[in-house]
């Protein structure tokens, strides 16, 4: 499915959220939003398991040259985050997530046009501080579903290590950049509050990486599990 399809039907559910609880009288549905306005604060860490796709920039040039390759598009990231709820379904959250990073490395024989004989490296870093709305509603009395979408300031360190082919000159490179971007993310969870005040959340969130440093049209998807400390009021 289209992301941004998607990013809709998230944004639909999030919106449709409050519905669930409302109440109907005998005047037909009553809209308190007002009246539910209860504002509560929890705070959270969490560890996820990032998958890169599409990523790498060295990999792509002469790749017909390579004799071997090898490449790690996961790894290991944590996050850390702050929210407050300000209605019974609706919260707003700050993240800082560290996405970890990818690697790729390739022996290239120098028959293309662009390398050497020798190793190609590219190794890219990833972090960002995100800002989402989030809804939830129950499933049972200690079980949820939560999905939240939002937006992402994204930055990447990119370093790239090999040798090119400069008119008939061999020439060592040793690069290292760097970018930000701002980028769309959405992520479910289902989350357990039978540990109260502690939450616990099993989540999966995608963020599009269009236009990012050593990515064209790539995506960063993960999957993790969080710890959320519930303040007063935030239980409920």
Do not use: C
Not at 22 to 29: C, I, K, P
Not at 87 to 106: H, I, R, W
Not at 137 to 158: D, H, K, N, Y
Not at 193 to 201: F, I, Q, S, T
């Amino acid at each position: 499915m289209n992301r941004y399809r998607t990013a809709a039907v998230v944004a639909l559910t999030l919106l449709g959220a409050p519905a669930l609880a409302n109440e109907t009288d005998g005047r037909g549905t009553v809209w308190s939003w007002l009246g539910d306005w209860d504002p509560s604060f929890y705070a959270g860490v969490g560890v996820h398991q990032g998958d890169y796709s599409d990523w790498s920039t060295i990999g792509g040039i002469d790749s017909q040259t390579y004799t071997s390759r090898s490449s790690d598009e996961a790894d290991t990231g944590f996050r850390v985050s702050g929210g407050m709820k300000f209605l019974d379904n609706f919260a707003v959250e700050a993240t800082y997530a560290d996405f970890g990073g990818a690697s790729f490395a390739g022996d290239s024989d120098g028959s293309g046009v662009i390398w050497e004989p020798g190793t190609q490296r590219e190794e890219l870093e990833l972090s960002g501080i995100g800002l989402h709305l989030a809804g939830r509603f129950g499933v049972t009395s200690q079980f949820f579903v939560a999905a939240r979408v939002g937006a992402w300031s994204l930055r990447s360190e990119r370093h790239q290590t090999g040798t090119f082919d400069d008119a008939g000159t061999p020439t060592p490179f040793d690069i290292r950049d760097s970018s930000n971007s701002t980028q769309f993310g959405y992520g479910v969870a289902l989350e357990y509050d039978g540990l109260a005040p502690v939450r616990v959340a099993l989540e999966y969130d995608l963020t599009a990486l269009d236009g990012q440093l050593g990515f064209d049209e790539g995506e960063l998807s993960s999957i993790g599990l969080s710890l959320k400390y519930l303040f007063t009021g935030a239980t409920r």
